[in-house]
């Protein structure tokens, strides 16, 4: 049981950074500043000094700019946080999650074809429901702190490139988590619970 649990998070935690790596990557690198003084560091001197002096030099609504980009970030956190969990409790209560499981075990006896078709439409759903949130956070907002320059067509271009890897991908892990799940060994109550029968 512990090794199940193990295998779990382990795949969980490689999910999390394929989805963290394939959204950095989304995000166009904005041109370099070049209207601030380059800091250099003489030997001895104290970074956070230097660091303090260097951010002096940049212009107060550019900071202003700055710190509400980030500060508008926690917020976001959040938001995806409270809209994922909506999300879930809306296709666990609406039963929807029962149908698309009930349509994936009528159409094929296979086990890890059952996960594939089962997982395929599910994240499609929860990528067209969070879809408003996302193009607001990573399009809209992106643009309006000058931090990209792709057109709608571009960023929705690479946006349908990662909705297909993220399904391939996650595709195959749950396929690999559920065969592991399968063959893993029966709890010691399970065990009792055959034994007293």
């Known amino acids: 049981m512990k090794s199940t649990v193990l295998v779990f998070f382990l795949v969980l935690s490689l999910l999390g950074a394929t989805a963290t ?3 950095a990557q989304e995000i166009s690198p904005s041109p370099e500043p070049t209207a601030y003084p380059t800091p250099s560091i003489a030997p001895g001197t104290d970074p956070a000094t230097a660091t303090r002096a260097w951010l002096d ?4 609504d550019k900071r202003a700019k700055s710190d509400a980009y980030f500060e508008g970030g926690y917020w976001l956190i959040l938001w995806n946080f409270l809209l994922s969990a909506a999300i879930s409790v809306f296709l666990l209560s609406s039963r929807i999650s029962a149908r698309i499981r009930d349509f994936a075990e009528r159409t094929t006896r296979f086990k890890f074809l059952q996960v594939v078709l089962y997982t395929i439409p599910f994240l499609l759903l929860i990528y ?3 879809f408003p949130l996302h193009v607001y956070e990573n399009f809209f907002r992106e ?3 000058g931090m990209a320059t792709q057109n709608f ?3 929705f271009g690479e946006q349908v490139k990662f909705v297909i890897v993220n399904l391939i991908v996650t595709s195959l892990l749950l396929v690999g988590l559920y065969a592991v799940f399968r063959r893993a060994p029966r709890t010691r109550a399970q065990r009792s619970d055959e034994s007293i029968s």
């Open 128 to 130: 067209v429901l969070g």
């Open 57 to 60: 030099t940049v212009p107060a």
């Open 153 to 155: 067509g571009q960023w």
């Open 21 to 23: 790596t394939l959204r």
């Open 143 to 145: 643009h309006a702190y």
